[in-house]
Nanobody, 126 residues
Framework: QVQLVESGGGLVQAGGSLILSCAPS????????MGWFRQALGKEREFVAA????????YYADSVKGRFTISGDNAKSTVYLQMHSVKPEDTGVYYC???????????????????WGQGTQVTVSS
């Protein structure tokens, strides 16, 4: 059973920083892409960032570009999200996801990914 486990969420003041981590529990595996998504209360899950193709490509949502940095190792399906200059609108549950099938429908799409973590809450106070 493949499981992804996120950590690092919490409460942070606006303008502050936070680092999220995600790694498989149990056996490691190789992924074509690793992504971060988030879901605010009452809203749909949205794409945040992805690292893919042997960690050689990175893609960000416009809303986090220049503030968040994704890093990781596709070969081990580990991924990190450095969050800087956070805003109240960054509040939500953050999920990491792994794509082991290589569907190539788009790393910004949730259906690209076949494994998901349970999520970690990030709350940004104003």
């Amino acid at each position: 059973q493949v499981q992804l486990v996120e950590s690092g969420g919490g409460l942070v003041q606006a303008g502050g920083s936070l680092i999220l981590s995600c790694a498989p529990s149990g056996r490691t595996f190789t992924s074509r892409a690793m992504g971060w998504f988030r879901q605010a209360l009452g809203k749909e899950r949205e794409f945040v960032a992805a690292i893919y193709d042997s960690s050689s490509n990175i893609y960000y949502a416009d809303s986090v570009k220049g503030r968040f940095t994704i890093s990781g190792d596709n070969a081990k399906s580990t991924v990190y999200l450095q969050m800087h200059s956070v805003k109240p609108e960054d509040t939500g549950v953050y999920y990491c996801a792994a794509d082991t099938r290589g569907l190539r429908v788009g790393v910004q799409r949730a259906d690209e990914y076949d494994y998901w973590g349970q999520g970690t809450q990030v709350t940004v106070s104003s």
